[in-house]
């Protein structure tokens, strides 16, 4: 499933290529057909990402709101409608200005809200890392939310109402480089530790969203490390830990595969 860091890339591709233009929006599949035609034609005025979701507002106060789910898909083409690919397979939306086209595929949800339904799905959402924040009240919500809770850290991260954005990649990696145990429950970690997480969390996910990647070693970012190896827990159960050698474990956890090294992560 993407993860916040690309959802952030789609909504900054809209913003730079699609804002204040009239877009034409149609349902080549069929089963967005009523609702493409809400706001097709209409002026893109606001491209934003949750965490998982798009929110892509016209200037006819309705918002578009997709979320890819575990199949959805985006392909970007530099060039019109008119030149664009062929539509091939099921395609649920297809965009169009002037200069460039997409299509959307296979999302959970690709739906049109007004801004009531906008403000309830905000609602739901925990703070998100990637949205900026110069006050540090997000981090303190999201401090807040893991303190209250007995729920593991390790679900906790993947918990969107606690911190939006956040997937298996990156909660393995993040717990890794805290040295923390994905069971421990929320109530017991330190707010400096919670804190800690946050701020790295912010710091990967920018990477992510300028390189188009999930990085998360550090030795990585100076170019030492190749593509293959670029975790340090994720999908290496069996193979030895970087850092002390014990055979990185995989764990059934709450109907997620969940990666950690039982020495370093105590
Ligand atoms: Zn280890």
Not at 69 to 88: D, L, M, Q, T
Request: glycine share 8%; with cysteine; net charge positive.
């Amino acid at each position: 499933m993407p993860e916040g860091h690309s959802i952030h890339r789609v909504a900054n591709t809209f913003e730079s290529d699609y804002l204040n233009s009239k877009v034409k929006i149609f349902s080549p599949q069929g089963r967005f057909e009523s609702d493409a035609k809400l706001v097709s034609g209409r002026k893109l005025v606001q491209s934003t990402a949750i965490g998982k979701q798009l929110f892509l507002g016209f200037d006819n106060e309705l918002t578009l709101r997709i979320h890819l789910g575990i199949y959805g898909k985006w392909n970007f083409y530099n060039v019109p409608v008119s030149k664009a690919p062929e539509v091939w397979g099921a395609v649920r939306a297809r965009f169009g200005v002037t200069n460039f086209s997409c299509d959307l595929r296979g999302p959970t949800v690709c739906e049109v809200i007004d801004q009531e339904g906008v403000n309830l799905v905000r609602k739901r959402l925990g703070p998100d890392p990637l949205n900026p924040d110069p006050t540090g009240s997000e981090a303190l919500k999201f401090v807040a939310k893991v303190k209250s809770s007995r729920a593991p850290i390790g679900a906790a991260l993947m918990n969107q109402a606690v911190i939006s954005g956040i997937g298996n990649v990156y909660r393995a990696e993040l717990l890794f480089r805290a040295g923390l145990n994905p069971k421990t429950p929320g109530e017991k970690i330190s707010e400096d530790q919670l804190l800690a997480i946050w701020d790295d969390c912010v710091k990967l996910m920018r990477i992510g969203v300028k390189k188009g990647i999930m990085l998360t070693r550090d030795d990585y970012l100076t170019g030492r490390v190749l593509l293959a190896d670029r975790y340090f827990v994720y999908k290496r159960e069996g193979l030895p830990c970087r850092v002390c050698n014990k055979k990185v474990v995989l764990e059934e956890f709450l109907a997620r595969k969940l990666y950690y090294c039982s020495k370093c992560q105590k």
